[in-house]
């Protein structure tokens, strides 16, 4: 029951933050559980049409699954929206850890991230751009 409780409370907690800086309008919710933190969270990232995501990578392995929208994923080094793959609203996959990659939109999507904390976002050209999230 105090589990139950605590399960909603971290629902009602759920808050709409707008990030600031130059990439100002991504819109993520999460679970009163941070990413930055150890142990499992839950993120939703919502992105405009349109949007980039730099290369990066993360040390732990994220699941994603396409709330709605079509979310493109690149591997590599460098975002190019020539390479990589549309993944239509529905879409679950799997990011290894440590894996370079790149993410961009052309409709607005939603997006689902979950893992195993502790989340961190490693730009590999740092000069890049902010964190998506
Ligand atoms: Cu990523």
């Known amino acids: 029951m105090r ?3 605590t399960a909603a409370a971290a629902i009602l907690m759920i808050a709409v933050i707008s990030i600031t800086g130059s990439l100002a309008r991504a819109q993520e919710a999460q679970t009163a559980h941070p990413m930055t933190g150890p142990g499992p969270f839950t993120v939703r990232l919502k992105f405009p ?3 980039k995501i730099p290369a990066h990578w993360h040390p732990i392995k994220v699941t994603v699954t396409v709330i709605s929208g079509t979310f493109h994923m690149g591997l590599g080094d460098t975002l190019d929206t020539e390479k990589g793959k549309a993944l239509p609203t529905g879409s679950i996959f799997e990011m ?3 894996i370079h990659h790149f993410g961009w939109t052309t409709e607005e999507t939603i997006i689902q991230e979950h893992g195993i904390g502790p989340l961190s976002v490693n730009y590999l050209n740092p000069a890049g751009g902010p964190p998506h999230r």
């Open 49 to 51: 049409a349109n949007y």
């Open 96 to 98: 290894p850890a440590k």
């Open 3 to 5: 589990a139950l409780t």
